[in-house]
């Protein structure tokens, strides 16, 4: 036998190894593929056609597809934050974004006194990875290396260029606080990607956390050839420039994919993609969903969402019921052999029971959003959703099962049912505590809202 084919040969019974090693543990992988601001109809799940995502699209048919699956907030940090904790983040005052000046003061962000999923994981013995971007404290501090991740490879404030090109303490790539040197980045949606797989590969009787959150398709709109190519057909340019930034991501899911068959471990893994928020204003398309990130209508909150774990879950599903991104947390814990009644604080629900059919109820009858410190807050109940709007200046009640597109504001007609809405938050909200900072959002929102009344009435003709 020559030296190459021994080489192969070692290789793979390393693999198996590794696999059967896993195995015996019971417990699953998990890794959390997050996106950053990518629109609801911006995968082929959810009808999307100019972009190609046939990777998620095959995850998708692998597992659940979510038609109602939410986060807890219209925008990135305390959207992170909730998922991170299980908990809303207006329990610890994280219902705003962070500024750029806050890498001074380690009581900007999510506090250590909560349990991040990472140290819940830890505990019943897995090993655990954050890569990509953080933007839930950005002092060290409440880096992941002290938040329960044992690795960490990523930048730790809200944007970032796409060449890994430094700018300041908060975009900086760096490798467990250390910064990166340029040489060795390229593309930092493949460079995201590598790190997954590389810690995907590595031999460890351990089961693995990683959680994964691409900045793509944030701006700003950077891609390479590789990835426009992909989208040259996109006649609106600026669309296919985000477009490609979406399909780096998919590559980058395929190849994990494959990783995890390699190694296999794949049948014992679970892997769940979403996006952070509903997408951004520019390039992204939430369509049918009214509204966009930053705004608490269904296409700033409801995301493309999807599950898979194929030694558990039946494939080829797709579940109707409201789930929230707040209910991953629990669904680990469950999935890894935890109590989850003991997990007092957690406010989201483990779904194995319901994915599972053992379990005939919903999740959910009532979700709450709050944003800057009830400035803008919702609550769904049923098919009823009341919306405090700082955008429109007004509360509107919508019902979704005959008004799934938010279009017919229904307030007048129900005085009873919005009073009821009312108080469902109040109580929901004396269980919460102000917010530990200040964002722009309240003065970008009236900004917007009168930007875009000026448009209209600059546009609009009266006809006699």
């Known amino acids: 036998m020559n030296f190459l084919k021994l080489t192969i040969l070692l290789l793979c019974l390393l693999n198996i190894s590794y696999g059967n090693a896993q195995e015996k543990s019971n417990k699953p992988n998990i890794i959390v593929i997050l996106t950053d601001d990518q629109g609801w109809a911006d995968v082929g799940f959810n009808g999307c056609t100019d972009i190609p995502t046939p990777n998620l699209d095959k995850l998708a048919e692998s597992g659940v597809i979510f038609s109602n699956g939410y986060v807890s907030h219209p925008y990135c940090s305390p959207s992170r934050a909730g998922l991170l904790t299980g908990r809303y ?164 899911i395929g ?53 898979s774990w194929p030694k558990k879950i039946k494939a080829k599903q797709t579940y109707n019921q409201n789930v929230i991104s707040l209910d991953l947390y629990p669904t680990f814990l469950e999935a890894a052999g935890v109590n989850v009644e003991t997990k007092k604080q957690l406010d989201g629900k483990s779904l194995l029971p319901y994915l599972n059919g053992n379990l005939s109820t919903v999740p959910h009858n009532t979700l709450f959003w709050r944003s ?58 004396s269980k919460n505590i102000a917010p530990g900072w200040l964002d722009p959002h309240p003065e970008n929102v009236i900004k917007e809202e009168k930007k875009l009344q000026d448009a209209r009435k600059k546009s609009t003709r009266k006809i006699k």
């Not at 997408?279 to 269904?298: I, Q, V």
């Open 89 to 252: 983040q207006a329990r610890f005052g994280h219902d705003c974004n962070m500024t750029y000046d806050t890498d001074n003061d380690n009581t900007v962000g999510t506090p250590l006194s909560e349990v991040m999923i990472s140290e819940a994981l830890k505990e019943v013995g897995y090993r655990t990875c954050a890569i990509g971007k953080w933007h839930v404290g950005d002092h060290p501090d409440l880096h992941p290396t002290n938040q329960g991740f044992d690795y960490w490879f990523g930048f730790s404030g809200g944007g970032m260029n796409y060449w890994g090109i430094p700018d300041g303490p908060l975009k900086t790539i760096v490798r467990n606080g250390k910064p990166v040197p340029q040489k060795e980045l390229s593309y930092i949606t493949d460079d995201f990607t590598e790190e997954a797989i590389k810690y995907i590969n590595k031999k460890d009787d351990k089961p693995f956390f990683i959680y994964l959150a691409y900045n793509a398709p944030h701006s700003p709109d950077h891609a390479t050839e590789k990835y426009l190519e992909q989208t040259k057909h996109i006649e609106y340019s600026d669309r296919s420039v985000y477009g490609a930034m979406v399909n780096a991501v998919d590559n980058g």
């Open 255 to 307: 190849r994990i994919d494959a990783a995890l068959t390699a190694n296999g471990i794949k049948d014992n893994t679970i892997v769940v993609f979403l996006s952070d928020n509903g997408g951004r204003k520019e390039h992204a398309d939430n369509r049918p969903n009214r509204g966009h990130k930053g705004m608490l209508f269904e296409g700033g909150i409801k995301v493309p969402f999807v599950i």
């Open 372 to 429: 800057v410190g009830g400035f803008e807050y919702a609550v769904r109940k049923g098919d009823y959703k009341l919306y405090k709007s700082s955008y429109k200046n007004k509360t509107m009640l919508f019902n979704l099962k005959s008004d799934a597109y938010e279009r017919n504001d229904i307030a007048k007609n129900y005085p009873a049912i919005m009073a009821e809405l009312e108080q469902e938050y109040k109580t929901w909200d």
